[in-house]
T-cell receptor, first 112, second 117 residues
């Protein structure tokens, strides 16, 4: 089976940097994804790491270490609109296809 | 490009009643997923379709849940009879990327929020 661990809540100040960590245990691992979900909204894709290293997309960066089964999402220059839940998700082999298993999510609160 | 459409957005039923949710994925997306998201938790995969065939339904409570995808496009998820613990948001998602080398990005609908009383 798959298991993912991430902090349940994080609070950070507007303009600051925050890092959300994710550790995972899985078989048939292909990569680690991050999704953002605002209250009452749909999860939306942020990033995907299949290889070790850092991927940067604007204010957001994501890191993966396959040997440590660890990744993180880095949010820079925090804005109030970044207040949301962030889910790490492992992409892994499933029954004849590829599947995405989500963690429980980290609720980020950005304060003035 | 139109996104994933779901209906109804909200549904309130009594326990032991039945309910059905509908999903229309993004045009051309062969893979369709139904996820259950209980308040404060991450989405949990219930069933995955590839075209109109079931790829994985290992986490679908088959004694009360059923799903179908006719003609490889729209899908319906049914619960009968509902239990209190079925109160959740039911998210439909679709994806285009079926290779091991892509991102596997899922596009989610807004979800159907079910309350069982």
């Amino acid at each position: 089976g798959q298991s993912l661990e991430q902090p349940s809540e994080v609070t950070a100040v507007e303009g600051a940097i925050v890092q959300i960590n994710c550790t995972y245990q899985t078989s048939g691992f292909y990569g680690l994804s991050w999704y953002q979900q605002h209250d009452g909204g749909a999860p939306t894709f942020l990033s995907y790491n299949a290889l070790d290293g850092l991927e940067e997309t604007g204010r957001f960066s994501s890191f993966l270490s396959r040997s440590d089964s660890y990744g993180y999402l880095l949010l820079q220059e925090l804005q109030m609109k970044d207040s949301a839940s962030y889910f790490c998700a492992v992409r892994h082999s499933g029954a004849g296809s590829y599947q995405l298993t989500f963690g429980k999510g980290t609720k980020l609160s950005v304060i003035p | 490009e139109a996104g994933v459409a779901q209906s109804p957005r909200y549904k309130i039923i009594e326990k032991r009643q039945s309910v059905a949710f509908w999903c229309n994925p993004i045009s051309g997306h062969a893979t369709l997923y139904w996820y259950q998201q209980i308040l404060g938790q991450g989405p949990k995969l219930l069933i995955q379709f590839q075209n109109n065939g079931v790829v994985d339904d290992s986490q679908l409570p088959k004694d009360r849940f059923s799903a179908e995808r006719l003609k490889g496009v729209d899908s319906t998820l049914k619960i009968q009879p509902a239990k209190l613990e079925d109160s959740a948001v039911y998210l439909c998602a679709s994806s285009l990327d079926a290779t091991a080398f892509g991102t596997g990005e899922l596009f989610f609908g807004e979800g159907s929020r079910l309350t069982v009383l």
